[in-house]
């Protein structure tokens, strides 16, 4: 029997793309900190002279998915890490919003076999979007994790010839 899991031990050598939504940057800014701080914490240069991370600023939410999809068709990329925020309004625009955005995000990695992590959130409030952006916790951390595992246990299966 053959295990496959990712590590944090070689992943100071991943190249990654991170995509932000502009739209809600209080929020976004947040997540992005704590998504660097991780990356840094756990050996990835994440210096600008580098390249070992990349990232790229959108309007929003529902661009997401063509910046993800262009990174990921350059091959240029291990894993990519997606931020947003979608807060909910009093119109239906939230759903539409998030709608199209998850399911772009999932085509692009389904597309392209490069792992892409989902770090959109999605609150019923601003308040709720701040607790998850860095007043109680900050997820922008846990998604550079899901990233590192990720991408390394994709290289690892690339290895194996999986």
Same mark, same amino acid.
């Given at each position: 029997? !053959? ?23 209080? /929020?976004?800014? =947040? ?5 660097? %701080? ?13 390249? @070992? ?21 350059? =091959? =240029?990329?291990?894993? /990519?890490? !997606? ?21 772009? /995000?999932?085509?692009?990695?389904? %597309? ?23 007043? @109680? ?23 194996? =010839?999986?």
């Amino acid at each position: 029997m !053959t295990v496959f899991e990712g590590n944090f031990e070689n992943s100071k050598d991943l190249n990654i793309g991170i995509v932000v939504s502009r739209f809600n940057d209080l /929020i976004t800014n =947040k997540l992005l900190s704590g998504c660097i %701080d991780c990356l840094k914490r756990h050996g990835v240069n994440v210096e600008t002279n580098e390249n @070992k991370v990349d990232i790229a600023w959108v309007p929003g939410a529902y661009e997401l998915p063509l910046i993800t999809q262009l990174m990921a068709r350059t =091959k =240029k990329y291990d894993v /990519i890490i !997606t931020l947003g925020a979608v807060i909910r309004g009093d119109t239906p625009h939230f759903d539409v919003v998030i709608s199209e955005a998850s399911k772009g /995000i999932a085509s692009v990695t389904r %597309d392209t076999s490069i792992p892409i992590i989902f770090g959109v959130l999605t609150t019923d409030t601003m308040q709720q979007a701040l607790e998850r952006a860095g007043i @109680k916790n900050n997820l922008g951390w846990g998604y550079a994790l899901q990233a590192l595992e990720m991408g390394s246990l994709v290289n690892a299966m690339k290895i194996s =010839k999986v």
